[in-house]
């Protein structure tokens, strides 16, 4: 039996984050806590690349143009999407997740979602670097992981000449 597993070892991985600008106290917070795990895992700075977007709904065609341009390793979405009293939320929430899902699967790019989906701001803040810790670290460090066994998997499946 073969396990391939990946690693937290950032050291030469170039990430992109692409990030929604709406809901800044939240996305701001997952933005630092990502850039964090990142640089404290070995990424360096020069090598991220972070892309603004309105809104969470706009993140899905960012995320695939980085992909595409296969000048990254693996991409980290970050956004917050808070329920109000429409359903704007169902809305946005779930072509978000749909597009970023999508990203990932067509490109084969490691596409990290972490675009909360919150019933209040109270939750998005516990999200965002309180009680339930900084999810932007969390999806470093997936991304890194996802990476690393994406990597090992190359080298498993076509083995060097």
């Known amino acids: 039996m073969k396990i391939i ?11 992109g984050i692409v990030a929604g600008r709406f809901n800044d106290l939240i996305t701001s917070r997952l933005l630092e806590g990502a850039r964090d795990g990142l640089v404290r895992h070995g990424v360096s700075e020069a090598d991220i690349t972070v892309v603004m977007v309105p809104g969470a709904f706009e993140i899905p065609v960012a995320a695939r143009r980085c992909a595409d341009s296969g000048a990254f ?19 946005v ?6 597009g970023i899902a999508r990203v990932a699967a067509e490109t084969g790019v490691p ?9 209040s701001i109270d939750q998005a803040i516990e999200r965002a670097g309180t009680k339930a810790g900084n999810k932007g670290f969390d999806a470093a460090m997936a991304a890194i992981e996802t990476a690393r066994v994406l990597a090992s998997l190359d080298h498993f499946v076509t083995p060097p000449e």
């Open 5 to 15: 597993e990946g690693n937290l070892d950032g050291v030469g991985l170039r990430i």
């Open 73 to 91: 390793d693996a991409i980290i979405t970050l956004g917050a999407v808070i329920k109000g009293s429409t359903d704007h939320y169902e809305h």
């Open 93 to 98: 929430a779930g072509q978000a997740a749909a």
């Open 111 to 119: 596409v990290i979602f972490e675009v909360l989906m919150t019933e």
